[in-house]
């Protein structure tokens, strides 16, 4: 109850900052809040629970306004003390960051979205407000990695204009992080040319002018907040899955790109740090597959000529763990728990190496259920390959389906006899694995009563390109050989569909279990881009999605651990996300209230962040 009431009092808090705020910053033209009135007093002393709050000009301005009551809210909730804390700038010293003084800083970040995968042309007003800022100071963040979107700023209709709207709206998330003491990293999410993290992107690399108004309005964004030290700095894209010829001339397009975007920031402004991250995939130029893979030895970092430069890399190791549950993800059938020392990772690349190619196929013109058999296998046990079984659904059409029930993989001995069954679903209830299109068509679905046997079974449909659905890896054991088998229906106008079992063969580096040296390893295969070359490394997201904290999977095991490794490493960070729908601290529409926090992740967060400062 008490929890409840220090919310809703934050809340009346936001209201009455939001309009102060306002008032302070002149975005209600022709008001003012007059000291003689009474009405600051009175706003102050409802604020504080004080008889006489008002009348005091805090900040030093020569005026009582609502910048006075701001920095009087952050009083009451910082025990008496107001901390300004931006007498200077955060700069990089090798591989630290620093403050004014030389003292190492720290970014302990929290992520406000802002709901910029639209591309929204107004400001989210049930996003967050001044309370969030001031919640996130209490809970032990110093940061956030504030998202921004390129339509909030200037419109396609008329490029390298620029609306005010955006920038007010920037102003008053700026005041409500200054009396907070929170800092913001600027982090462009949503760029002209497109969303990059799936691949949607594309125009941003293959048509030369929205380089040019990217670089636009990050060098006008600079201009305007050149002296302002509540900005760590600014993240010039989000997640580039830049598109090229090859995977190389990716990586040469971006770092092109990223320098041209820090030269126009640096024409106006030397104080800020710039946030640059290492290329997140590769893309075709007709934007319809990427590559996920790394193509330098350095993780796909990329160097930029500035000394005032952090490297950002993100970190939702292992995917099919953080983002199970999710069909936008492609883990909607995923059920992994954190930690799993029967579940294997790969460390470092993963590429497919081959298939059962030479198997049964499906009869396209029949309808009726169908036995078929993958060739056998033999994978090497080296501790360099690993297998999967895959339900492979090729071009069955906009209208067509495949569907697959008893799905099984088997082992066999040298002489080939039957060993063991490693992976056995009849789809008796809902179970779905791990999707993936060549085209983005297509999807998975869990048909109920459609299975071989009356009960469930697997379907994938829609699908216009190659493209399957796969089970976690498996360990192959020498000299063994492995088969994919199972009944199958198809219904299909296509005589070019080709749905059959088959067993994958994955290359990896090495083989690990879903633990904590797994989580280690992969956060150190990205810190050791700053020890080679004595620059900052910064994880500018990590998180866990909602499913990882149902049912005991973990996801307060997975964040503690990767909180503890940052720690240890000394290495910033940023969690994604306050108010979200799939990864927030808070989910839900309106503002964030505590019927949609998610109380575990809450705890873990504090607990974590307060061990930070011992």
Known sequence: ???????????????????????????FSGLALETD??????????????ENAGGTDCNGDGVVDGMDLALLRQQQFDGGEIQDGYAGFIRTDGKLLVDENGKQYLIKGMAIGNDVWSNPTTAPAQDHDAASYQELAD????????????????????????????????????????AAGIRLVLNMHYP?????????????????????????????????????????????????????????????????????LTDGIRTVDQNHMIFVERMCAAQNLAGTQEQWINFND????????????????????????????????????????????????????????????????????????QYLKSGRITPKSNGTQLISLVFQAQNIGDYGYA??????????????????????????????????????????????????????????????DD???????????????????????????????IVRPRVDVWNVDSVEVLNRDYLEKSVALNTAFSEKYNVPVYCGEFGAGSHCFENDRGGDRWIGDMLEIFRDGDVSFNYHAYHDGSFGLYEGGGLPSPAGRNDTLYQVLVEKLKKHTE
């Not at 809340?11 to 705020?21: E, G, K, Y």
């Not at 009135?37 to 004080?50: H, R, V, Y």
């Not at 490029?159 to 102003?171: K, M, N, V």
Request: with cysteine; glycine share 8%.
């Open 37 to 50: 009135s009474g009405t600051l007093e009175n706003l102050q002393a409802f604020l504080l629970g004080k």
């Open 298 to 369: 350095e993780n796909n970092y990329v160097h930029l000529d500035d000394d005032n430069t952090v490297y950002e890399f993100h970190d939702y190791d292992p995917h099919a763990f953080t983002h199970q549950g999710f069909d936008w993800a492609g883990t909607l059938g995923n059920d992994v728990t954190y930690p799993d020392e029967s579940y294997l990772v790969s460390s470092g690349n993963a590429q497919w190496g081959t298939s059962t190619f030479a198997g049964d196929r499906a009869d396209t013109e029949s309808t009726e259920w």
């Open 403 to 464: 569907r697959a029930d008893e799905l099984r993989l088997n082992e066999y001995d040298e002489d080939g006899s039957f060993v063991q069954t490693i992976y056995a679903n009849d789809f008796d209830s809902t179970s779905l694995l791990s999707f993936w299109s060549s085209n983005d068509s297509g999807g998975q679905y869990y048909a109920s009563s459609e299975g071989h046997l009356a009960k469930g079974s697997l379907m994938l449909s829609g699908t216009t």
């Open 139 to 178: 809970m032990g963040f110093d940061s956030v990695r504030f998202y921004l979107n390129y339509a909030m700023f200037e419109s396609d209709s008329k490029p390298y204009t620029y609306r005010e709207e955006g920038f007010r709206w920037l102003d008053t998330n700026i005041a409500w992080a200054k």
């Open 192 to 260: 002209q040319g497109g969303y990059q993290s799936q691949g949607n992107g594309t125009a941003l690399w293959t048509e030369p002018e929205n380089q040019k108004r990217l670089c636009a309005l990050w060098t006008e964004i600079a201009k305007r907040y050149a002296d302002e030290p509540v900005i760590l700095g600014y993240g010039l894209v989000n997640e580039p899955v830049v598109a090229a010829a090859s995977g190389e001339e990716s990586l040469t397009l971006w770092q092109s790109v990223a320098q041209m």
């Open 1 to 27: 109850m008490q929890m409840q009431i220090q919310h809703q009092l934050r809340r009346v808090a936001a209201a009455l900052l939001t309009a102060a705020v306002a008032v302070g910053t002149g975005a």
């Open 467 to 497: 493209a399957n659905t796969s089970t976690r890896y498996f360990r192959p054991t020498a000299g063994h050989s492995y088969e994919a088998c199972g009944y199958f229906q198809v219904n299909t106008k296509n005589a070019d569909a």
